[in-house]
Each structure stands twice: as C-alpha cells, then as structure tokens.
C-alpha cells in the first residue's frame, strides 16, 4: 500500500535531514497516502511555519495517478524551487509536475499546480474539467475568501460608463442614478457597508435595463444579467455591498453570495479532497468551518501547537501574551484615541517585532502615520520590513501572505 511505502521513504529522508523533522510528519503524511488511496476527503489543521508541506509532497509525488495541488503562488515558488527537486533527486521519482491555470490534458497522469483561485473561478464557472481527480489543497485558511472573491462580481466607475455608452437614450438617467447612490453611500459612517433598499432602489435603474437587454453585454454586467434571470435562484442567496473612499468620492460596489456553502458543495462531490490550513476552527472536528463550505463527510485530524511545535534548532516557539484592554466601540469617535495610547504604551514595552492588525483602511493609515510620529523610520505600513526591532501595521490578508518571509513577533 501506498501508506506504508511514503512512510519507509518518509522515516529514511527524515533520518537525512533532521531539521525537518516536524513530530508530526509521518502520521500526516500516512493521512494524506491514505485519502488518495480511498479516495477518502480528509481535513487537517497544521501549526504554522511550512513544514507539514513535505507530508503532503511526497504521497502527492509517489501516488500513480493524476493528482491536483492547489496552493498559492509563493508556496509553489518555494516548493517548485526546493522540496519538489530535492524528492526527485534524492528518491529517483518520474512523475509529471506541471504549473497551470487550467487542467492541460484529459491523459495527464502527472501532479499539477494551480492557484487556489484560478481554480475555484474555473470550477465555479462549470469549467470542463475532469472529475475524480483527487485534489490537496494548501493554505485553507483561507479559503473563504478565495472563495467569496471568485464569486463576487464587482461595479466600478467604468463600468458604468459602459452602460451610458451601451443604452445612449438613457444616459442620463444611468448618470444620476449613479450619483444619488454614491451620494447616499458616501454619508454612511464606514468605508463598507450593505446596500441597503432604498439606496439599492437607485441600482435598480441599471440592473433593469441590463437584465431586460437580449444584446452582447460586457462583463460584469453579463455575469450579472445571468446571475439575476436565473430561474430558482432568489435575490436571497445574494447581497450588495459597498465600498467607498470619501477622499476621492470612490464607489465600488460588489454583488456577493450571502453563503458559500450551496455553491462549493456540488464541487466537493466530484473529487476526493484533502484540505490543509492553519487555525481552521476551533473544534477539533471543525463542524463550523465544514458547513460554511459545504464539506462532505470526512475525516479530520488537527495537530498540536505551542510546546509540541519544535523548531529546526530545537527550541519551543516563543508563545503570545494575551491583553484584553477596554476600549470604546469602534464606531466611537473617542476608539481611535484611545486605541492609540493602548498601542503606544504596549510598542514601546516590546523589544523584538511587533506586527499591528488593522483591516479599515483610514484607520491603517491614522494608525501608521501616529505610529511614525512616535516610533519614526521603524514603522512601516503594508510593506516589508527586515528588522527584529520593525514595528509592521498591516491587513489580515497582507500579514497571511508574508508572515514565513517575516521574523515572529513578540
């Protein structure tokens, strides 16, 4: 069985390169020959840091068959650069790897590699693709918002020009439909907000000239015009939602599904899955997080942090003290004071890096800009920072891509 083989090939490179020697490598990577094997879906909640990558590498590169790996762009730089040569080398393996956006022949027997977007968009399009295939998909941790970006469809400024340009007779009324809502928008006090009906009464003018129009129509308005005559499918399943900039006058609007799990259930259900991700739920069974995206039945496995974790030089990862300070609610003109003492004070404790989670966009920058007032050329706001005393304030997303790149923060 194809088990037993990656774990004897497994245990000997281990023996080779010690610092890879993650405590959980081989059991993971049993998990992973076995949910190819079966045909079995499986979920797996690793620590940070990369390493589990060999454990998923090698049953993918040693399985006979088709394989599909779905993992971002960086990890499959890293992978493609280092671990995937060296397993070749060192273990003499032949298989096909190629790096696609799409699936590149109905014979390919070799693994490929697809960012997970490219391939969520495909599959959500009902692409041709084949089915069976089964699929290790890297990095779920975010896979909600991949998700979620592959079936929003999103209106900017030009694309209403494309509309007065497309129906000339009704320009103006396209133009001041436009600019009531933006009016309307831009007095809410957050730069995003839902659509409400009143305000979504001003959309309406476009979306019923789009929907009622049998002509070629440019995209997003021809994603659109499907999506709103679909038979069976209520305004329900779908939410507006905007976001703006108050500097500029900016609107983008953005047309999302109210829940994932409808949609990506039916994809599941053609291929075996093994999905792997950081922090996925706090339920060791991740019933949460298999509902919100349609999971079928599987098998779920989620190893230990903290003191288990060892690093390659053999000491535990440092751990993170937790401080809860009262602050004001953040729609309190007094929160952005306040959370700037609570900032200062803590940063200037800190004596290695400090990383600063801050998503709304004004308040980043407000953040920043105090920050560098106090601390100087330290601070650096979404842009990379070589240094164990750099103070980072960032979004979520920016510090998920290029948190391996950067030191741990205190």
Known sequence: MIEVEVHQQLRQLLRQLPEAGWPHQLTMARMVARGLRLGRSTLIQVPGGGQHRLSYLLPALMWPQATLLCATAPVQAQILREEIPWLQQVLQLHKPVLQKDRWPDPDFQGLLLVDPLDWLQERLRGAKMPTGIPLILD???????????????????????????????????????QVHLTLKLLRRPLSRCLVQADEQVHLEVALSLVVGYRGWLPDPWDQLRRRLSAEGDPASRWVWWAETNRETGRLTLHHSPVALHEWLAPIWATQPVVIIGEALDLDRQAESYRWRLGLPDLTPL??????????????????????LPWLPLPNSPLFREHLLQELKSLIAKARGFVVVLVSDQPLQGQVGAALAAEFGSRVRVNSPFIGEKGILVCDWSYWLQHKASLPCPE
Not at 140 to 162: D, I, K, V
């Open 139 to 177: 990095g779920a941790e975010e896979l909600e918002e991949w998700a979620y970006q592959a079936l929003t469809l999103t209106l900017e400024a030009n694309h209403w020009q494309q509309l007065r340009q497309i129906f000339p007779a009704e320009a103006e009324r396209i133009s001041q439909a």
């Open 302 to 323: 989620r190893f230990g942090s903290g003191e288990e974790w060892i690093r390659s030089g053999g000491e535990p990862l440092p751990s993170l003290a937790l401080y």
